[in-house]
């Protein structure tokens, strides 16, 4: 953390409204630093949770319930998302089913159909929509507090 400049004990700074600058008043001062030594102190708690994150999920995979009881409970997850990489590609595969098995907005999104055809061993067409998918996974940990006595 940066030191601040000190007069008495207290930080310094200002107050600068358009073209008028003024010393900040010894609360406002002392909020500002509060508030920083929060927003560190938020930031070194995030970092530490994201590998104590990364742990719970290397030691136990996703689709975990861990439960410390009376305490709190983690859940581990993994999700996967399909997105459309080549709409034009999918469209000459797909030719006129193109509407009605891919949401068009600002973005192309695969209905649940065109993911099954992209999977499915029995359709011919699955190696050419695969070609146009991408499929990205990523895993999560939930954190909720345990109620007393360990219930679920």
Known sequence: ??????????????????????????E?????????RQKE?????E????EINAALLARHG????????????ATTAARQ???????????????DRFDDLVRSDTVHRPE???VEMALSADEPLAPALRAALAVRESTTVTWRAERQGGAS
Do not use: N
């Open 112 to 114: 649940a159909r065109l």
């Open 1 to 26: 953390m940066k030191t601040m400049a000190k007069r008495a004990g207290e930080p310094r700074g200002q107050v600068r409204v358009g073209e008028e600058t003024r010393p900040l008043d010894p």
């Open 81 to 95: 998302s399909v997105t459309v990489e080549d709409a034009e590609r999918l469209r000459a595969v797909l030719g």
């Open 41 to 45: 102190a938020i930031a070194a708690a």
């Open 47 to 50: 970092e530490r949770l994201r």
């Open 62 to 73: 996703a689709g975990a319930v861990l439960v410390l009881a009376g305490v709190c409970r």
């Open 28 to 36: 406002t001062a002392a909020l500002l630093a509060e508030g920083w």
